[in-house]
């Protein structure tokens, strides 16, 4: 008898647990919507409309706005990984080139709204700033897979590298978006031409 009180006690507390979380998700999905409208610094009375949640709920789960904003940082981290899927090393270099510029173009222009958003607050906040310094991370990791061959071949590797992190990286290509006014393809056709003379330039 006592085992099943137990296990009903369980279930209720395992399902309080879920409702939770999607809550949580629910507010997070919120604040990434309002970005990707343009709203880059929304309040918490919005993000709460948005989410379908009283505004006591919002902040039952995060402690204020940054701390939501984090979450959402957290939430970008995973979707960047999913855009960053592991390129064949043996195959040529024009194969490897297309796949990465294409996983690249479509991984900045999904998280561009949020990441803009989140360049504003980042001088505030030293999450905000881990966060990003683990994108860059991952985005030096699969350089170095991708383009190994290249890369070892090169006189000074470590300057290639950190060029090519610096073509490749999501500020150029908020740069050649918004402040040179390229559309996608020529964005796309820009980090190609930065990449390839990079890496097969004597």
Known sequence: MQAALDGREDGREDGRLARSQRTRDAIVDALRALHHDGDLRPTAPRVAERA????????????????????????????????????????????????????????????????????LQQPFSPQIRRNQDRLLEVGCEQLATTFATELDAAENRAAVLAALQAATTWTTWEFLRSDLHHDVDAARAAVRVLVTRLLTQP
Request: net charge negative; charged share 25%.
């Open 52 to 119: 379908g949640v009283s505004l006591r709920t919002v902040f039952q789960h995060f402690n204020d706005l940054e701390t939501l904003l984090v979450a959402a940082g957290h939430r970008d981290l995973e979707i960047a990984r999913q855009y960053a899927r592991p390129i064949d090393p043996a195959a040529d270099f024009a194969t490897r080139l297309t796949e990465f510029v294409e996983q690249r173009t479509q991984m900045y222009e999904s998280l561009s709204p949020v990441w803009r958003a989140a360049r």
